[in-house]
C-alpha cells in the first residue's frame, strides 16, 4: 500500500497525517503505524492522526501513538489536524470536529498557529505533592524547582510504570514556575515512552494545576514553556473546575511525501 501523507509539528510535537475520509488507509494496523512512526526505519513521529468523515461535523480526528495503539486526545495534534485541514480545503479558518473525548471547536490565528477548545475539566485531585487531572487524556503534574535537572524518561517511566498506574499508564509532567504567568514544562508521555517535545493536554494540565493550587490564583491565561516552543493556555472557572477552556501554539507543516508498507 502507497501512503500520502503530510507532517506536522506543534510546538515540537510531531505527526503523520493522513486523509483517510476515502477509508483507503483503515486497513492499517498498529505495527504498521508503529513502524511508520519509528524515527530510524520509517518517517519519524510521536504519533499518526487519521482525518475521517463525520455526519454532521466537518471531520472526525483518529489518534494513535507511536506504539501503535488507538490513543486518548492529543491537543497538539489536534491543533495539527486543524492546520492539515486548512491546508487540504476541508474546512475555512474556523471548524468543529470530534475526537475521542468528544466534540472541539477551533480557528486558524494564521496558517501556522491553531486556537483549539478544550474539553471541560473537573475533578483535580492532590496525590501527595502530585495533582492528577484528565484533560483528554490522564495527567500526573509535579512542581520542581529545577526540571532541568530531572532525567525525564527515567523519573517519568517509575511514575507511569508504578503500581497505581501501570494498568493504564498516566502521563507526568514536570514543572518549574518561571512568573506567576510562565512555566516551564517537560513531559514524560505513555504511549510514546520516552520525553516529547511538547504535550498539548499536558500543558492545559499544568495550566490548571497551578492555579488549582494557587501559584496563579488571579491568572486564567497561562504560557507553557516546552522544549519545542511555548504552549497559551486560557480557561474560566466553573461550579466544580474549569470551562472554555483553550489551548494555542504553532501548528507547522514540515514536508509531505509518499511511503509504502
Given amino acids: 500500500m502507497k501512503i500520502q501523507f503530510d507532517k506536522y509539528q506543534g510546538a515540537g510535537n510531531d505527526f503523520i497525517i493522513m486523509d483517510n475520509r476515502s477509508g483507503k488507509y483503515s486497513s492499517i494496523t498498529a505495527s504498521q503505524f508503529?513502524?511508520?512512526?519509528?524515527?530510524?526505519?520509517?518517517?519519524?513521529?510521536?504519533?499518526?492522526?487519521?482525518?475521517?468523515?463525520?455526519?454532521?461535523?466537518?471531520?472526525?480526528?483518529r489518534y494513535f501513538n507511536s506504539d501503535g495503539n488507538l490513543s486518548s486526545m492529543c491537543g497538539n495534534g489536534g491543533r495539527c489536524?486543524?492546520?492539515?485541514?486548512?491546508?487540504?480545503?476541508i474546512i475555512n479558518e474556523e471548524t468543529t470536529f470530534m475526537a475521542v473525548d468528544g466534540l472541539h471547536e477551533a480557528n486558524l490565528i494564521?496558517?501556522?498557529?491553531?486556537?483549539?477548545?478544550?474539553?471541560?475539566?473537573?475533578?483535580?485531585?492532590?496525590?501527595?505533592?502530585?495533582?492528577?487531572?484528565?484533560?483528554?487524556?490522564?495527567?500526573?503534574?509535579?512542581?520542581?524547582?529545577?526540571?532541568q535537572s530531572i532525567d525525564v524518561k527515567k523519573e517519568g517511566a517509575a511514575i507511569r510504570y508504578s503500581e497505581a498506574f501501570k494498568e493504564k499508564g498516566i502521563n507526568v509532567n514536570f514543572i518549574e514556575m518561571q512568573s506567576v504567568k510562565t512555566y516551564a514544562i517537560r513531559t514524560y508521555e505513555r504511549g510514546v515512552e520516552n520525553e516529547t517535545l511538547a504535550c498539548g493536554t499536558g500543558a492545559v494540565a499544568a495550566a490548571l494545576t497551578?492555579?488549582?493550587?494557587?501559584?496563579?490564583?488571579?491568572?486564567?491565561?497561562?504560557?507553557?514553556?516546552?522544549?519545542?516552543?511555548?504552549?497559551?493556555?486560557?480557561?474560566?472557572?466553573?461550579?466544580?473546575?474549569?470551562?472554555?477552556?483553550?489551548?494555542?501554539?504553532?501548528?507547522?507543516?514540515?514536508?509531505?511525501?509518499?511511503?509504502?508498507?
Fill in 110 to 147: 494564521s496558517e501556522n498557529e491553531v486556537r483549539l477548545k478544550m474539553q471541560d475539566v473537573e475533578g483535580l485531585t492532590q496525590n501527595g505533592n502530585a495533582v492528577i487531572v484528565d484533560t483528554g487524556s490522564p495527567h500526573f503534574v509535579l512542581l520542581f524547582d529545577d526540571i
Fill in 81 to 89: 489536524a486543524v492546520a492539515f485541514a486548512f491546508r487540504h480545503n
Fill in 34 to 61: 508503529e513502524k511508520l512512526c519509528n524515527r530510524f526505519k520509517g518517517i519519524g513521529a510521536d504519533g499518526v492522526i487519521l482525518i475521517e468523515p463525520h455526519d454532521s461535523l466537518d471531520f472526525e480526528m
Fill in 210 to 261: 497551578m492555579h488549582y493550587l494557587g501559584n496563579s490564583k488571579k491568572d486564567t491565561q497561562l504560557m507553557m514553556k516546552a522544549c519545542g516552543g511555548d504552549l497559551i493556555i486560557d480557561f474560566e472557572l466553573a461550579k466544580q473546575g474549569y470551562k472554555n477552556i483553550y489551548l494555542q501554539g504553532s501548528s507547522t507543516f514540515v514536508f509531505s511525501g509518499i511511503i509504502s508498507i
